[in-house]
């Protein structure tokens, strides 16, 4: 049986919904507004949940959602979402470091919110002024997964990992100045953190993060349903 659906330009992957429990999510840059709309509409046939496009500019995604209704738009996450999933008991704090790093962050807690996953905001609680961050223990101790997102020397995951137990995920960013190395350098440090246990996504990759907490809450729910 066929899972796909072929359009001749792109192939919608509509059998990944049952696979991972979520339709496939379209990356916005290098497609054209029709191949976007396109996409969406074929996964919006073949799937019941979100359908999410990352990564694209206003510009289209005014275009995208004039052509398919229902649509709306977070301009800072640059995400276009379809069809948002309810919320699930299973709890998830976006921290980042810096008010630079904010624009990574929101992607993560965009695409969280969108498929289903509530999240609790800490902003600017970077480790130069560390008070910020122990001032939020309580909602750190509470949360179910830490996405924690950071340029400069990376160290927000390392302090949060030591902190809670939860799952920490942590998000290099591409802010800082040269010798970060446009994320290199928070990327290695997260990699080498002394906080046992704590998981790197990829530079800038606020939708990673978000993807890899709904894989821990959907397995968490699987468990339950047994």
């Not at 019941?48 to 510009?59: A, M, S, W, Y």
């Not at 398919?68 to 699930?88: I, N, S, T």
């Not at 001032?135 to 949360?143: F, G, I, M, P, S």
Request: proline letters at 7%.
């Amino acid at each position: 049986m066929t899972h796909f659906d072929d359009l001749g330009y792109a192939r919608p992957d509509t059998g990944r919904e049952a696979r991972l429990g979520l339709p496939e999510v379209v990356y916005g840059p290098g497609k054209t507004v029709e191949q976007v709309i396109g996409v969406v509409r074929s996964l919006l046939a073949g799937n019941d949940g979100p359908v999410l496009v990352t990564r694209i500019t206003p510009e289209d995604a005014a275009e995208v959602v004039a052509a398919v209704e229902g649509g709306g738009y977070d301009p800072v996450a640059r995400l276009l979402v379809w069809r948002p999933a309810p919320p699930r008991d299973f709890r998830v704090v976006v921290a980042s470091a810096g008010t630079s790093d904010w624009p990574v962050a929101a992607e993560a807690a965009a695409v969280a919110t969108a498929i289903g996953l509530p999240v609790r905001e800490l902003r600017d609680v970077g480790v130069a002024g560390v008070h910020r961050l122990l001032a939020e223990t309580e909602t750190l101790a509470a949360a179910d997964v830490v996405i924690a997102v950071a340029g400069m020397e990376g160290a927000l995951p390392s302090v949060i990992g030591g902190l809670v137990g939860c799952p920490v995920i942590a998000v290099p960013t591409s802010v800082g100045y040269g010798a970060v190395f446009e994320g290199v350098t928070p990327l290695l440090a997260m990699l080498s953190s002394c906080a046992a246990g704590v998981v790197v996504v990829n530079i800038d990759s606020g939708f990673g993060a978000a993807i890899a907490a709904h894989r821990m809450a959907l397995r968490a729910a699987q468990r339950v349903a047994r």
